[in-house]
């Protein structure tokens, strides 16, 4: 029996060992070769200090060594923080202090971003996947780590409450929040959603979606769950080269966005696409608009549709079972097994059908706050009826059916969902005011058909300014990753204002229509 | 002709992605995914401007890295499509 993450990796390995457990390009690997090195980096982690509970950070493209190091880590007692490899420097230093990390585990293709930290952060001992054995000093090469260590698990202390991972998120306050998620949240939900998708060890299935984004973190953990195979790709950029994956590799589950799934339809419309063997295909992270379900069988006739919602503070909230996709288009479902659901309206009460209110969520899978953030987690996780307990409430906006079905109306916080992504307006405007030149910015998400929503900022300039929208663009793609960065910016005299001073984004939003 | 071909494509994403005219910022062999210049929206912005600009046609089968993921790349791919042009 599992009751840690890694166990999962241990007992497919022991039962399949010679079964592929992932395929990342060029590169196959069985259960017994994952599991070898995860127990080589885990004693490597152990040699350089790592203890029960620390931190253990990845800054890594979607590689074989990033998702190995996931269970690497495990094994060695830590609990890995998987940071974006689009992630900028500032950025990065922020996540690496504020997990307070004791070990970095990176390559050699972003040591452009991460070298100078180095010097800053003498206690971070960095291991660098590189084919070349020059690195920085300070920097050691990861294979040379793993060279003489043991492929035997090391011992663990660890228990199932323990930390497992911190998994960074935008919020709308600014700074990125890491996620406390124990190995039994972790495993519970890892669990029902093995359930609802009906996985089975014959499945491949399919991740362009960074690990750093737990859509595409689960990907990796339910294939190693139910011992099928992950198919690891770096990403969507170029979709013929998926669409060969697709067909050469067998894949049958196929795991995607709506900016991925509206970039499928516009290919398929050029020329028509198909894809027979996937069995399932899955939406989260915005929601799929309703004519997508059809349009994606022609492409998909053999699949399941799971439209879904969630949030990485419980993971997943609900799915709609595939077969309820005719009767309720528009639907996210119902709660994933072994949870539960609630619409409240402002006094707490349960809202009738066709009323809007904000959903609550209750199960094992409800993070454990935020780290060292317990203003912030006490914004989301509210007491629950027994003692002790808490719920996870989402401050988004929901409606139910007579059937008890969830309907997605909106947010109440002005974070902007751009490719799936979410992204703080705080995080952005912070960068914009930091630009010499610039004395006021607001940052509004404005539709757009690809990408859900898009990012566009209003600014006004200091009078000797010659600042254009290029510079401004490049000044913030210094800072931020590239999907955070306005696509327009609006010059304005001034930004208008409400009665207490602030920028009145109502008042910008008006401008737009 | 080539260098012209490639300087286009380089002017191009500079401006477009790293928002500079510093040519340094680029190197012709340098990967847009290696070096985080380019998402998945991005590379549909890039073969827009190579079929407006060149007058070339990418089908959906092209869209690879081996095609895209350079200048070098691109430069090499949209004279290999206008031969073809040429050819028929």
Known sequence: ?513 | MNMTMKNIIRQYILENFLFTEDESALQYSDSFLDTGIIDSTGVLEIILFIEETFDIKVDDNEMLPSNLDSVDNLTEFVQRKQAQTVAA
Request: aromatic letters at 8%.
């Open chain 1, 1 to 513: 029996m599992s009751r840690l993450l890694q166990d999962t990796l241990l007992v497919t390995a022991a039962c399949h060992p010679d079964d592929t457990a992932l395929i990342a390009g060029d590169v196959r690997m069985s259960y017994r070769e994952v599991t070898d090195y995860a127990c080589r980096l885990a004693h490597a982690l152990k040699a350089r200090g790592v203890r029960r509970g620390d931190r253990v950070a990845i800054f890594m493209d979607n590689t074989w060594q990033c998702a190995l190091s996931i269970y690497g880590i495990l094994l060695a007692g830590g609990v890995f923080v998987v940071v974006n490899a689009q992630t900028k420097r500032d950025k990065l230093a922020f996540i690496l202090r504020d997990s307070d990390s004791r070990v970095l585990l990176s390559e050699k293709n972003l040591l452009r971003v991460f070298g100078p930290l180095v010097e800053q952060m003498p206690t971070l001992q960095v291991l660098c996947a590189s084919e070349s054995k020059t690195l920085p000093a300070g920097v050691e090469n990861l294979d040379d780590a793993l060279a003489d260590m043991p492929v035997q698990p090391p011992l663990q202390s660890t228990i199932s409450l323990d930390l497992a991972s911190l998994i960074y998120t935008s919020g709308s306050t600014g700074d990125p929040k890491g996620v406390m998620h124990t190995h039994q949240s972790m495993l519970f939900v890892l669990q029902s959603l093995v359930e609802y998708l009906r996985l089975e060890k014959t499945d491949r299935l399919l991740c362009v979606l960074p690990l750093a984004f737990d859509y595409g973190l689960y990907q990796l953990l339910m294939a190693v769950y139910t011992g099928a195979t992950l198919v690891l790709e770096r990403t969507f950029t170029y979709p013929a080269q998926i669409f060969n994956v697709l067909e050469n590799e067998g894949v049958t589950v196929f795991p995607g966005v709506p900016t991925i799934f509206a970039m499928l339809l516009a290919a398929h419309e050029r020329q028509p696409l198909c894809f027979a063997e996937v069995k399932r295909v899955t939406n989260t992270a915005a929601a799929l608009p309703a004519n997508f379900n059809t349009r994606l069988r022609e492409i998909f006739p053999n699949a399941d549709i799971y439209r879904m919602y969630g949030l990485t503070e419980c993971k997943r909230v609900s799915y709609l079972p595939p077969e309820q996709i005719q009767q309720k288009p528009e639907s996210v479902g119902i709660a994933i097994p072994g949870t539960e659901v609630m619409v409240l309206d402002a006094d707490g009460q349960p809202v009738k059908p066709g009323e809007v209110g904000t959903l609550y969520v209750r199960g094992s899978h409800v993070m454990l706050g935020y780290w060292n953030q317990p203003e912030k987690t006490a914004h989301m996780l509210k007491p629950g009826s027994l003692p002790g307990e808490r719920l996870l409430c989402t401050h988004d906006l929901f409606t139910v059916d007579e059937d008890g079905y969830l309907y997605f109306i909106g947010r109440t916080d002005d974070i902007i969902k751009s490719r799936g992504e979410k992204i703080s307006p705080l995080e952005v405007e912070t960068i914009l005011y930091g630009i010499l030149g610039i004395r006021e910015a607001a940052v509004l998400g404005v539709p757009d058909p690809l990408l859900g929503q898009a990012v566009k900022a209003f600014v006004s300039v200091m009078e000797d300014s010659t600042l254009s929208e290029g510079q401004i663009k490049k000044l913030c793609g210094d800072k931020l990753e590239a999907f955070m960065v306005p696509k327009y910016v609006t010059f304005l005299p001034e930004l208008p204002k409400s009665a207490n001073g602030k920028t009145d984004k109502k008042a910008l939003t008006a401008m737009l229509s």
